[in-house]
């Protein structure tokens, strides 16, 4: 993993701590540690605002990573900045439900020399599934094919039924399904 995404992560994860905001790590950090790694150039994490809003949250973010850039974002749940050593950090926004999950179910990750919570191999698929990039269903593949009997299926087929509802997407069910069968 680069030093450079170390570097950022350890400039987020301690103000995450210091300001007592809950998060998790996810996206191309979490698959270098759950899944089949492959080249990331940026820090994604799930946070927790309690009672913040989105726009007292970056305000904060800018403040105390400086001398960070806040990014225009294409969702007012993302808030995103580029940091030094010249490294994005996208920190999105947890919506309570589902994402409290997600948070409990988190265990702590060695990350470097970082100790930090990092998504379950259920949650990332959940996530990556919803996300629906082409890259996406490899990182999928690549956990599925890792952790393959130990991944609890019944939590995975709840979640995604309940957002392949919400989203009209019941093709997500049944193309999550179809790869899971070639490795069992």
């Known amino acids: 993993m680069e030093k450079k995404l170390l570097t950022a992560l350890h400039q987020a994860a301690q103000f995450l701590k210091r300001e007592k905001i809950p998060f998790v790590v996810i996206g191309g950090l979490a698959n270098s540690v759950i899944g089949e790694p492959r080249s990331t150039r940026d820090v994604d994490l799930k946070v927790y605002l309690e009672g913040r809003t989105g726009q007292e949250f970056a305000a904060l973010v800018?403040?105390?990573?400086?001398?960070?850039?806040?990014?225009?974002?294409?969702?007012p749940l993302i808030v995103s900045v580029i940091t030094s050593p010249n490294v994005i950090i996208d920190f999105l926004i947890a919506i309570p439900g589902y994402e409290d999950e997600v948070l409990v179910r988190a265990p702590i990750v060695r990350i470097g020399n970082l100790q930090v919570p990092v998504c379950t191999p259920e949650d990332f698929i959940i996530y990556k599934v919803v996300a629906d990039r082409p890259k996406d269903w490899g990182d999928i593949e690549g956990v599925v094919n890792g952790h393959r009997a130990k991944l609890d299926q019944v939590y995975i087929h709840y979640w995604l039924e309940q957002f392949a509802e919400i989203l009209e997407r019941p093709d997500w069910i049944v193309r999550y399904d179809d790869l899971v069968s070639q490795f069992v």
């Not at 403040?63 to 294409?74: H, N, R, S, T």
Request: net charge negative; charged share 20%.
């Open 62 to 75: 800018v403040k105390e990573l400086a001398p960070a850039e806040l990014l225009p974002a294409g969702s």
